[in-house]
Every structure is written in structure tokens, then in C-alpha cells.
């Protein structure tokens, strides 16, 4: 049976796109407490059904789902570009397609504004009225206003006039930006990705018997199940350790393990793979903020998802590549491996040296790229230490030079040298877990 947070959240739910919610309202509409009201909203809105947009309230959204988490609304593009709403306020919950940047003769540049486009133009009042009659918003550059035609015309429309004081190169270099960091998250694969149209969960209650353990062994062939009370919620997980000689006529809850290792929906799966090799468990449980059940996922189902994300082209280039893209990999005289690169622009701090970040992620790369040679799976660094560190100016050639120290089933120990002009200017030591495929 549904809790009363539950209901509230379904009701949020059934509501249309657009409209606006109160804490009073809700309360009122469903017969709880304000303070109810308000814990469901706040839930709604992690749950990104629901947004707070300033000067306009709370507004029930479209939910985003990966396919579309590039897109932004409007709501989000006046927050990037400083800017401020001119008309249609009501309209900032919206989500644009596209953007049209508009350095072209009016009548040309009506052929490419499309229902749910973004304009981005200068102080043309007329490219303003034309462009809220075929269904697109306006972003205005240059800090200019519009005429109060257009602003009447914008509310009635729903559709936001907005005005920055930035030029049209940087406001089209801040959304691209904004997208192009969106696309990055896109391509992080979660917990939810996996768990995604999974079937029926096979789980043991907790006030059954151990002779229904043995009975869901026989049915499904499995020998971990996660165990729940009448509501749903997550208090242990049973395996054939905890059972092995106990009575059949125990209960459940007095041979299970309390109290479980679980992980959320929105846990990457590069967490959740890090947890299972350090904990040594091959089942978790993924729970919703209530500690409801809502699914489980194997250690089989997360190195099946590490290998497609390794598969899969990417998108956007993280930190990490954009630090690793200068450096090739090279064999020394000795046969050895090494990586040859010089030191960019964006790898300095204020004084021009190479900075620590970057140079941990030269060492972590370089050396995971050695141990891959050995060792076929995928590596979480477990720890990292740096011991000798000398300054490094911007544009200098490094040569980095890893030296497997020990490989193991589960873990890699790596050496890391780091040469300029053949001395010396970095030393370090990392360790690495080995999940293996």
C-alpha cells in the first residue's frame, strides 16, 4: 500500500507540464501537512520532475532521461548567459531544440527558426515579433531590450524574451559549452542504465523460512537474494553461507546478513564496481531514497556495463583526455614502454608550472595503460603517492616512464618517473584494484 509521501508524488506526477505547484496548494489538494508537502516537492525535484525557477515558482517539467539530457531549457540557458527575462516567464520550463544565431537578412533568417528554437540576435525588434510568431524564444545580445509589443506578445505566447549583456560569440560559446559538458555525463553509465527494464526481482521476505530459500535456489538457480519487510524496504541479503546447516523452519531474518552494502540508482557503475572487488560481494541491491527495493544488480551485470562503456565512442572529452591527448606512447632502447608529450597552456597553475592535478592524472593514465599490457580489465586506483615532485615550465617535453612493480589477481603496483631533459622531475607510486572481465 502506498505512504502518503508516495500518493503526493504520483499526484505531482500526473500533473501537467507547466503547472505551477505550492507547498499550501499540494497540502490542501491531498489533505497532509505542510511540511509533508513540502519533503515530496523537495523529492520531486531531486527527481527532476519538478524545478524551482527563480521569479516564475515551482513548475511540474519533463523529466530528462539520458536520450535528451543535452537539451536545455529555457530556464537553464538565462542562468549560463547572466541574463535577465524581458517576456514570457511562463514559458521558462521549456525545453529548446535548437539554436539559431541570427547574422542574416530578416527574411533569410525566418527559414531556419522552427517551433521551439532560441533565436540569438542583436536589438531587431521586427526578427523579435516574427520569430514569438512561429513558436521560438528570443535571446537578446548585447544587453539590448525590446519593444513592449514584443514583450505582450512573448507572455501571451509563453515563449521567454531574454536579454545578456554578453556578444553572440561568447553566449553561443557558453551554451555549446553547457551541451558539451552534458554529453559527458551522458556517456557516465549508472547504476539505473543496468537495472533499466530489468525483470521481476527475485527476493525473500523476511518472516519466510529458510525451506523457501532452498525453494527459490531450486526455481531460479540462484543462491543470493535480497531480503525485504512488508513494505518493501531493504533490511538484509541472504546467501548459501548463511543458511549452510540451519534449521528449515528458521525465519529468514534470524540467518540473514543485516543491514547490506546497497547503492542508489544514480551510483555510477564505476562506483558500484570499485565497492564489489574492495568488499568482495557479488550481489548489491539498489535502493530508492526510502530504502525501498528497486532492483539488484550482479558483478557479472557491471563488468558486461564497463565493457560497453569501453566499447562506446565518446562524446565529450573529460579532463583526463584532454591532459592525456598531447602525449604519445613510445618503446625506449631498452624496449620498454614510455610517453612522450609536452606540458600545454591548460596543464600550468598561475606561476606557469606543471600542476598536480594534471600531473596525477599523467601518472594514474600512463600507469594504467602499462598495466592493461598484463593484466585484461578495468582499474580503479586504490592509492596514490607522489613522492618527489620538481617544478616543470609550460611547453616542456616529459617522458614518462612506468615500471610495473607487482601484478596480482586483484591489484597492480606501478613505479612512475617523469623526465625532462633526462632528469629527474617526478617520482611516484600507485597502487590499482584489477577488476577483471
Known amino acids: 500500500m502506498a505512504t502518503k509521501h508516495e500518493k503526493i508524488l504520483q499526484y505531482i506526477e500526473s500533473l501537467p507540464i507547466g503547472h505551477k505547484i505550492s ?100 536589438n531587431r525588434v521586427q526578427a523579435h515579433k516574427l520569430t514569438l510568431k512561429q513558436g521560438a524564444a528570443i535571446l537578446i545580445t548585447g544587453g539590448f531590450d525590446t519593444s513592449d509589443e514584443v514583450k505582450k506578445l512573448a507572455d501571451e505566447r509563453e515563449l521567454p524574451v531574454i536579454s545578456t549583456s554578453y556578444d553572440t560569440f561568447t553566449v553561443a560559446s557558453l551554451i555549446n559549452r553547457a551541451i558539451y559538458d552534458r554529453l559527458i555525463k551522458k556517456e557516465i553509465m549508472m547504476v539505473e542504465d543496468i537495472i533499466h527494464g530489468q525483470k521481476e526481482v527475485m527476493i525473500l521476505k523476511d518472516r519466510q523460512l529458510v525451506s523457501d530459500y532452498h525453494l527459490l535456489v531450486e526455481k531460479t538457480k540462484h543462491s543470493r537474494f535480497p531480503v525485504v519487510d512488508d513494505q518493501m524496504k531493504l533490511v538484509g541479503i541472504v546467501t548459501s553461507k548463511d543458511i549452510l546447516d540451519k534449521d528449515k523452519n528458521l525465519t529468514i531474518d534470524k540467518v540473514m546478513t543485516k543491514n547490506p552494502i546497497s547503492v542508489t540508482a544514480k551510483t555510477s557503475i564505476a562506483s558500484a564496481a570499485h565497492m564489489m572487488v574492495w568488499e568482495g560481494i557479488e550481489l548489491l541491491p539498489v535502493i530508492d531514497t526510502h530504502r525501498k527495493l528497486i532492483g539488484v544488480i550482479s558483478r557479472q551485470d557491471v563488468l558486461k556495463a564497463l565493457q560497453y562503456i569501453q566499447k562506446k565512442p565518446q562524446i565529450g572529452e573529460t579532463i583526463d583526455d584532454i591532459i592525456m591527448k598531447p602525449f604519445e606512447e613510445q618503446k625506449a632502447e631498452d624496449g620498454s614502454i614510455i610517453f612522450k608529450g609536452e606540458v600545454t597552456p591548460q596543464m600550468t597553475n598561475q606561476l606557469g608550472s606543471l600542476s598536480t592535478g594534471p600531473l596525477a592524472s599523467l601518472v594514474i593514465e600512463s600507469a594504467h595503460r602499462i598495466l592493461r599490457q598484463y593484466k585484461k580489465g578495468d582499474l580503479v586506483p586504490e592509492n596514490l603517492m607522489i613522492y618527489f615532485v620538481k617544478p616543470v615550465q609550460i611547453e616542456s617535453v616529459l617522458e614518462i616512464r612506468p615500471k610495473i612493480i607487482e601484478v ?18 617526478s617520482k611516484a607510486l600507485i597502487t590499482s584494484q584489477v577488476i577483471e572481465r
Open 408 to 425: 596480482s589477481r586483484k591489484f597492480g603496483k606501478v613505479d612512475v618517473e617523469v623526465y625532462h631533459k633526462n632528469q629527474l622531475v
Open 23 to 122: 507547498v499550501r496548494q499540494i497540502a490542501k489538494e491531498m489533505n497532509v501537512s505542510e511540511g509533508t508537502a513540502y519533503r515530496a516537492i523537495k523529492e520531486a525535484e531531486n527527481q527532476g520532475f519538478v524545478s524551482t525557477i527563480e521569479r516564475v515558482g515551482t513548475v511540474r517539467i519533463e523529466k530528462k532521461h539520458k536520450a535528451n539530457i543535452e537539451k536545455l531549457t529555457f530556464a537553464e540557458v538565462v542562468n549560463i548567459v547572466d541574463g535577465h527575462v524581458l517576456g514570457g516567464r511562463n514559458g521558462l520550463y521549456k525545453t529548446l531544440n535548437k539554436f539559431v544565431i541570427g547574422a542574416m537578412k530578416l527574411e533569410d533568417m525566418m527559414k531556419y527558426v522552427d517551433p521551439g528554437n532560441l533565436l540569438i540576435v542583436g
